[in-house]
């Protein structure tokens, strides 16, 4: 059994005010309230104003991520900021969440995963943790995705949102507890079911790539469907096996908020119950890396969910890459 693991000690999230409702787009594609509901569970998203970048809200949920755990910026020793929306491509997002909140004393970097990002995130600061190399870190997912949706585009447009979440992980030193599995997977053969083909150094911005359309999200929402169903699924069970647990033994469940069809199918395969699934899509839409933080904070902080120690917290998500995994954590209440 390890004898250092690291568990989550506290969260924070930014949302931004405006609202699109299905009821706005139908107004700018040919789409209905009634397909977006039955067919992806969502209600509305968030909108973050043009202008302002992932760091506006990666700092936001940060800093409250610190103030509810009364733990200073200079106290943080790494942050990781999972996003496929940086500020700009360079420098990451992370240093400039450094700079803005005054983690005088921390190192880190950008990930990118797709909608993986805050559990392919999670599981390297969890490793970094365990080597003693760090103490603290701030794990951030942070999407303008609305930057780039083509809202003229009704299989793209209804389906994401902006948003941003943060954990603080801290080392457990009582062994059983905290972080104890994770599950990661990419298969690049899926890259171009979603993807942005332009902006990046094959394809950099020019009149031509934006008549194109090519700086904008694309995908075959089909194809993405299947494999997020058969891959979220397989990563779930399989983690639980691993560990000798079954969905019965699962006191949260916290999925990646793509669609609740695929939320629904992956929780009927790992036999989790409905009550223990976070479903908050209808508000929020996918918001890509954010969208797990997110999730566990309207768990914990606005549903009031009384995680006890022992209990089991199972995560998982699917995104862009195609990137996948689960992550097992057992809570740690110090
Ligand atoms: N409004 C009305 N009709 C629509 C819309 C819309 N917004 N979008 C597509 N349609 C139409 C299609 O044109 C199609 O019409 P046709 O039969 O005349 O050709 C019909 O609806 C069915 O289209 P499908 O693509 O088969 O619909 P599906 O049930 O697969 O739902 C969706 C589409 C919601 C995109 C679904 O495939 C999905 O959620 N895929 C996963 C996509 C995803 O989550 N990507 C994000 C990143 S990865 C991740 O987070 C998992």
Known sequence: MKQRTAYIRSVGRFLPERKLTNSDLEKMVETSDDWIVTRTGIRERR???PGLGCSHMAVPAAIECLERAGVSPEEVDLIIVGTVTPDMLFPSTACLVQDKIGAKNAWGFDLSAGCSGFLFSLS???QLIESGKVNRALVIGSDVIST??????RSTCVIFGDGAGAVLLEACDEPGFGLLDFMLKIDGGGGEYLCVRGGGSRIPPSHESIDNREHYVTQDGRQVFKASVSGMSDVSVRILEKNGLTGKDITLFVPHQANKRIIDATAERAHIEEEKIVV???????TVAASIPLALYEALVERDYDLK???YLLM???GAGFTWGSALMRWWGC
């Not at 780039?148 to 585009?153: A, L, N």
């Not at 908050?280 to 996918?286: A, L, R, V």
């Open 316 to 318: 998982s998500a699917f």
């Open 148 to 153: 780039i949706i083509d809202y003229t585009d």
């Open 309 to 311: 120690k022992g209990d």
């Open 280 to 286: 908050n899509i209808d508000k929020y839409g996918n």
């Open 47 to 49: 909108i973050l104003e």
């Open 124 to 126: 390297t600061a969890s």
